[in-house]
């Protein structure tokens, strides 16, 4: 997943932001990585397809969580080496 900087118009449907970018198109993230590689013309667009719960997007998700939950321990451990 690639890594997405903080935008001035970002949108939040949770765990999903809607950001516009500066192309004029839409993305939708997680946190600051990119869920998913398509680009949307539309915030109704991005909207829609949160909504139909893509397995792109709930990979996505689960990928973030597996992550987050991974350096959690690691703190929590005193190993950050991984």
């Known amino acids: ?13 949770f765990p999903f932001r809607i950001i516009n970018t500066d192309e004029g198109e839409y993305i939708i993230a997680i946190g600051d ?9 539309s915030r109704k667009d991005a909207e829609n397809y949160i909504s139909q719960k893509s397995y792109k997007l709930i990979m996505s ?8 939950n991974n350096k959690s ?10």
């Open 1 to 13: 997943m690639k890594t997405i900087p903080k935008n001035n118009e970002e949108n939040e449907i």
């Open 73 to 82: 321990n690691q703190k929590e451990n005193g190993n950050t080496n991984r």
């Open 33 to 41: 990585r990119m869920a998913t590689e398509d680009k949307f013309q």
């Open 61 to 68: 998700l689960i990928i973030t969580i597996v992550e987050f």
